[in-house]
């Protein structure tokens, strides 16, 4: 399980990153942000944070 960020929503502020406790979080080419699913521990941080919602849990 990883959260993924919604790209439609996101609006590439970075809050996300900075909060990410493992570094899961990075800037893409196009300015918004991914998740790198390897990475993340599903904490909830990077949704919490967010001021459009767009990180959300992902089944996988
Ligand atoms: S859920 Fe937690 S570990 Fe995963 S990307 Fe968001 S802040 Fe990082
Ligand atoms: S906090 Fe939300 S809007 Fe800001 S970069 Fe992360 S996903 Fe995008």
Do not use: T
């Amino acid at each position: 399980m990883a959260h993924i960020i919604n790209k439609e929503k996101c609006i590439g502020c970075g809050s996300c990153e900075a909060e990410c406790p493992v570094g899961a979080i990075s800037a893409d080419e196009d300015g918004k942000y991914v998740i790198d699913a390897d990475k993340c521990i599903d904490c909830g941080a990077c949704a919490s944070v967010c001021p459009v919602e767009a990180p959300e849990p992902k089944e996988d």
